[in-house]
């Protein structure tokens, strides 16, 4: 067993079948704190969906001095996942359906 430090490579993006990678599509952009962000990225990879993200502006130096870039980020992922990925996202996670059963005890 190989043990190291350090995050794991995560997901690995899907190749063709002539072993290119899958051209990357755009999903959308997500604006706010990084709490927003870090919820849009485990959303992603919760469902094995690897993505790219591009910080538009100045967001990669607003990303190193503040923590997170203040104009947001831009997310991608494999063309053939999109329509997954889009699913995903506008998801709607509310809890009214439990709330429901918890009144029949």
């Known amino acids: 067993m190989d043990w190291k430090f350090g995050k794991p490579d995560g997901l690995q993006w899907p190749k063709k079948e002539n072993g290119e990678p899958v051209a990357p599509a755009y999903l959308k952009h997500i604006s706010g704190g990084p709490l927003d962000l870090e919820v849009a990225l485990s959303l992603l990879e919760a469902y094995g969906i690897p993505h790219i993200?591009?910080?538009?502006?100045?967001?990669?130096?607003?990303?190193?001095?503040?923590?997170?870039?203040?104009?947001?980020?831009?997310?991608?992922?494999?063309?053939?996942?999109?329509?997954?990925?889009?699913?995903?996202?506008?998801?709607?996670?509310?809890?009214?359906?439990?709330?429901d059963e918890d009144e029949e005890f």
């Open 53 to 99: 993200s591009e910080y538009p502006n100045n967001g990669a130096f607003g990303k190193l001095i503040l923590g997170h870039p203040p104009s947001g980020m831009e997310l991608f992922v494999p063309e053939t996942m999109l329509e997954d990925a889009q699913n995903i996202m506008s998801a709607d996670f509310s809890d009214e359906e439990y709330e």
